[in-house]
């Protein structure tokens, strides 16, 4: 018992050490969650004030920004319609930072489909763009007939309204476990197809068959993640664990380097979640601690598709109900300092 608990307190470590580097505004799953940060739509704005829309190009007058420092960072940048003019740079780390010089994802290629186009989060640092062109093109010859790209960031990155507590300096990507269809799917399709989850079934329960449905996994999709894996710019992909463990038995070559970049996590069965690595030009960008050596398919894999993470304990007393802790958003004061000249340029 003792060496099992010793086992999964030191598994947790580096998962630890990648939440306590990231800073969530909202949920208990802070790194690449998906999960909706609650009621923050109805918070009157200052983000009004923080728009530094230029109504008349023309008019010399630059408008004021006020920025608040106790003000919610997400509020300012989830109001931000374009990039900042400046030269490109991740700042920050990728749960606490913000993107100056965006650059959009058109939303379509002949090889990708950008989804949800209301959300504007078809944003990136020019290098993640061009890596998802990069691997769009590729996407063909590996079966894949092209992606459906999920969030990338804001145009100047920074936390979001909704969603992610990553995702905030632009290179971070989802891509959809659904493949491209052999037409341009309508903006209102965007919005509304769902993209279709790997699982067999539910995952919290007793002895869940945490394998992948043999029905909707394919290899084309192995061999688009480990092409995105095998990518020198690509620092880690997250993918639900049953994903993983497919990708495990996938790969019967000899090179299993690519399995190390591929990390299991919550979530992350609609779609997998690609991150790159700090270009070396941004400064002030900080790159995460690299995953274990390994390729991840051994003893860390076995405790994520077991009950132990997924089945939750029997509360002590049924009649007492659970405390819900709720997080303060981040506030501007968290981020760098230059996201404020971020946020701020016009
Ligand atoms: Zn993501």
Known sequence: MRTSLQFVRQQFIWSMALIAALPVSAGAIPLPSEKPSSGILAVPVPAQKATPSAP?????????????????????????????????RA?????????????ALPTDGANWQVMRLSRNRNWGHPDLVQFLKDLANDAPSLGWRGLLVGDLAQPRGGPMLSGHASHQIGLDADIWLTEMPD????????????????????????????????????????????????????ALIFVSPTIKKALCDFETGKDRSWLRTVRPWWGHHYHFHVRLACPRDSKGCKNQNPPPPGDGCGKELTYWLSDVPWVPKKPKDPNKEPKVVKKRPMALSALPKSCKTVLAAQ
């Open 91 to 103: 700042i920050g780390s990728y749960a606490k930072g913000c993107l100056a010089g965006g650059a």
């Open 183 to 234: 037409r341009r799917l309508t903006a209102k399709e965007r919005e509304e197809i769902s993209a279709i989850s790997m699982l067999k079934g539910p995952l919290d329960v007793k002895d869940a068959d945490r394998r992948v449905d043999p029905r909707k996994w394919s290899d084309s999709r192995a061999r688009l993640i480990r092409r995105a894996a095998s990518d020198e710019r690509v």
């Open 56 to 88: 008349n190009a023309r008019s010399h007058k630059k408008q004021q920004v006020v920025l608040r420092d106790d003000q919610p960072a997400k509020l300012y940048f989830g109001a931000m319609k374009s990039a900042a003019p400046l030269a490109a």
